[in-house]
């Protein structure tokens, strides 16, 4: 009955290790679609994004320094990607902001209320 928890728990940890790396790379994709239909990322906050970036960054980097496996670099490579389509998303909707705005605060309301 032991060897049988053994494998269950085993099995268990294996599947969450890779439901969490597919939840992290799949868990950005509702954020873009909200940010695209409400035309704007001043909801989003740049600097969580800025620490993202660097976060991922720093992480390739010790992943070429340790030659960790592809899921972990995947992961990292994963947090640029968030970051650099924010960065995309707000540059296309003319919100390239250096901090916050009167006329930024302005538009998120606005920008909920034409959902």
């Known amino acids: 009955m032991h060897f049988i928890a053994i494998v269950v728990v085993v099995w268990l940890v294996g599947w969450c290790l890779i439901s969490f790396e597919a939840t992290q790379i799949i868990s950005h994709l509702p954020q873009l679609?909200?940010?695209?239909?409400?035309?704007?990322?001043?909801?989003v906050s740049l600097i969580s994004?800025?620490?993202?970036?660097?976060?991922?960054?720093?992480?390739?980097y010790m992943c070429f320094l340790l030659k960790?496996?592809?899921?972990?670099?995947?992961?990292?490579?994963?947090?640029?990607?968030?970051?650099?389509?924010?960065y995309l998303l707000a540059l296309i909707f003319g919100e390239c902001r250096r901090r916050r705005s009167k006329k930024s605060a302005a538009i998120l309301p606005d920008a909920l209320n034409r959902v």
């Open 33 to 43: 679609a909200e940010c695209y239909q409400l035309r704007t990322t001043v909801g």
């Open 68 to 86: 960790t496996n592809a899921s972990t670099t995947l992961l990292y490579l994963n947090s640029i990607f968030q970051a650099v389509s924010i």
């Open 49 to 60: 994004q800025h620490i993202n970036f660097v976060g991922g960054l720093a992480g390739v």
